[in-house]
């Protein structure tokens, strides 16, 4: 029987977004109410850690910056596809964000006269970028778990992974888990709940995200009735270490890095003659590809083609304070100095614009759930984020939802848990795999899985490939016979792994055929049969609700507040 825990406002999810929402929660209620942080790593071992290059806001107005260009720049930036209400409230709380943080102990980069200096981001038309040499997910995790463990009612259930939310058909309830070092399941009990599981980077094979990173989050909301919105949209940074596919943070860009194809050329300047390097990722990455596909990249080891990032320029003593962690991922992973040799770089799976759908508050649509950060969708990004705004992000509606879901709660009580669903279950996670020996190797599968997105599902697409890769998918789907041979319940990796691999075969048919349903290009999303643009059809966001056929699309059309469609030129 499962174990059954209470708390009044449950977090999944302890990177940057739900640990913002910790603290809010406990803010808001003045530590009267409980709030349990749990979450699949440890706390410090959640996505967030490795941000690299920067977090934006508009600190000074009174030297050029506005908030009016911050939100024209993530407008233009999303292809015109963001809710620009949503975008004007994200510009607007980001420099309470970074000033709260700098409250609890973040040690933000200084300029000469002692104020936070700040970096340029692609598509970013000011230096707004806030950072910590390049580690500034790490320094900001360090200061907001800090802040969370000076909070008594907070308590942490780290190598808790979450597996359902439990509704009673229209309200959230509570979720279901598995404590990894005892193998117990549990059901919890709680009067709200912000879901904060971060992004689905590993469903592609060359990624910047962690092993964690997996849909776990988005296929629990959608189960439980919750829609997935604009899924189709899939980032590529430009700039992926090869072969490890680590990330190299646009901030190196933004220091003075340039990138060269083979024949020596910096050919960012036939793709966006005016920002070059700064251009928004979509827009550099395609260009990359462009080049390699056309023959002007150079050639690699197992066949993986790839352009130069080049720092050398930067200087050392530049390069040894503001990119240190770039300089040892490339002295570790690839035995290159930046300081004197050019990097092997390629596009890289990176970032999710989709997520769940929530509104301008970070509200889905179950009573009592929120969700922020990057399994959320708002949506600030449209079509394509900018660098330096998930980390914003993460913060802003860290601490909206926390605060909202800490409010519900004071207002409500527990409600029952649905027996039946809590036993059904434990019987299909236990029951149905332990102990069973799997058909086909399950690690197969996800590699396979990889391969499908990575050849039909990436930067370019086509509706050829598009169903050539859910047919893929469907078998993958058939394939996946569910068992785990290892019966043993203690840190049963092997039994999670499997969980994650159906959530990522769920969420890989969702984003296939939410891109084949979107016949235009935009954004990320660049059809090679549909190569324009085509607001009259399309500017719209894609809503895809789980039936047992497979997912219902819906469209809702964007807010927009202040700039109407242009032509989008860098
Ligand atoms: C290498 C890299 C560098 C980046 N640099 C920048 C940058 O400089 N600036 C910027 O703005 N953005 C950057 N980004 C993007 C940004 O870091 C992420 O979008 C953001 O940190 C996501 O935070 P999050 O809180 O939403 O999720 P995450 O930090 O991914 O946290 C997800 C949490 O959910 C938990 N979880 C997941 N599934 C379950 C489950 N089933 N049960 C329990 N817990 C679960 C995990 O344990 C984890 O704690 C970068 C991304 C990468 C990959």
Redesign the pocket.
């Known amino acids: 029987m499962a174990e059954t825990l209470e708390v009044d406002v449950a977090i999944?999810?302890?990177?940057?977004?739900?640990?913002r929402a910790a603290i809010e929660a406990a803010r808001t209620s003045n530590g009267k109410l409980s709030v349990g942080v749990?979450?699949?790593?440890q706390?410090m071992?959640?996505?967030?850690?490795?941000?690299?290059?920067?977090?934006?806001a508009v600190l000074y107005p009174e030297e050029g910056d506005s908030f009016q260009s911050h939100m024209y720049d993530t407008v233009k930036g999303s292809d015109f596809l963001a809710d620009q209400d949503a975008v004007e409230l994200l510009v607007k709380k980001a420099p309470e964000e970074i000033l709260q943080l700098e409250r609890w102990g973040m040690p933000w980069a200084r300029r000469p006269d002692g104020k936070i200096a700040q970096r340029f981001f692609g598509g970013q038309s000011y230096p707004r970028?806030c950072?910590a040499e390049d580690k500034?997910?790490f320094f900001e995790m360090s200061t907001l778990y800090d802040t969370a463990l000076k909070w008594d009612c907070i308590t942490f259930y780290p190598e808790?992974?979450?597996?359902s939310i439990l509704t009673d058909g229209k309200r959230f309830v509570g979720i279901t888990?598995i404590e990894m070092k005892t193998g117990d399941f549990h059901a919890v009990k709680a009067k709200s709940c912000v879901m904060?599981?971060?992004?689905a980077?590993r469903l592609y094979s060359f990624a910047?995200?962690?092993y964690?990173?997996?849909p776990?989050?988005l296929v629990?909301a959608y189960r439980a009735g919750a829609a997935l919105k604009d899924m189709e949209f899939v980032q590529f940074h430009p700039t992926g270490l090869v072969p490890s596919g680590?990330?190299i943070?646009?901030?190196a860009r933004s220091e003075g890095g340039i990138l060269l194809n083979a024949k020596g050329e910096r050919f960012l300047k036939r793709y966006a003659p005016e920002r070059l390097e700064m251009a928004p990722r979509d827009i550099v990455s395609r260009a990359m590809y462009t080049e390699i596909l056309e023959g002007r990249g150079f050639e690699g080891e197992e066949g993986m083609k790839y352009l130069h990032l080049d720092l050398t320029q930067i200087g050392a003593e530049k390069l040894k304070t503001r990119l240190a962690g770039i300089r040892e991922i490339c002295m570790k992973l690839a035995g290159i100095d930046p300081i004197s040799e050019p990097i092997p770089v390629r596009p890289v799976a990176?970032?999710f614009m989709g997520g769940i759908d929530v509104n301008i508050m970070g509200k889905t649509g179950l009573e009592g759930l929120w969700a922020?950060?990057?399994?959320a969708c708002v949506s600030i990004n449209g079509a394509n984020r900018l660098?330096?705004?998930?980390?914003?992000?993460?913060l802003v509606w860290?601490a909206l939802t926390g605060r909202q879901a800490a409010e519900y709660a004071m207002r409500n009580g527990v409600r029952e848990l649905p027996k039946e669903k809590v036993e059904g279950e434990e019987k299909r996670i236990f029951d149905g795999l332990l102990g069973k020996a799997p058909r086909e190797n399950p690690y197969d599968v996800r590699n396979e899985l990889q391969q499908t997105m990575e050849r039909r599902c990436h930067i370019f697409r086509d509706e050829a490939g598009l169903l050539e890769g859910l047919r893929e998918i469907k078998a993958l789907r058939e394939r996946l016979y569910k068992g785990v041979a290892d019966s043993s319940r203690i840190y049963n990796t092997n039994l999670v792994n499997v969980l994650e691999l159906e959530n990522m075969i769920e969420v890989s048919e969702v984003i296939v055929i939410s891109a084949l349903n979107r016949q235009e290009s935009r954004g990320a999303h660049a059809r090679t049969d549909y190569p324009r643009r085509d607001d009259v059809n399309f500017l719209k966001h894609t809503l895809a609700y789980y039936t047992v056929e497979g997912p219902k699309l819906e469209y809702i059309s964007p807010t927009i507040t202040e700039y109407l469609p242009t032509e989008r030129k860098y």
């Open positions: 999944v999810g302890s990177g940057l977004a739900g640990l749990f979450t699949k790593t706390v071992r959640s996505h967030s850690v490795s941000a690299e290059g920067g977090t934006a970028a950072f500034v997910g808790w992974v979450v597996t888990a904060a599981t971060g992004g980077g910047t995200y962690g964690s990173s997996t776990d989050g629990m680590i990330l943070t646009e901030a990176h970032y922020a950060g990057e399994v660098g330096s705004n998930s980390t914003t992000e993460c860290g």
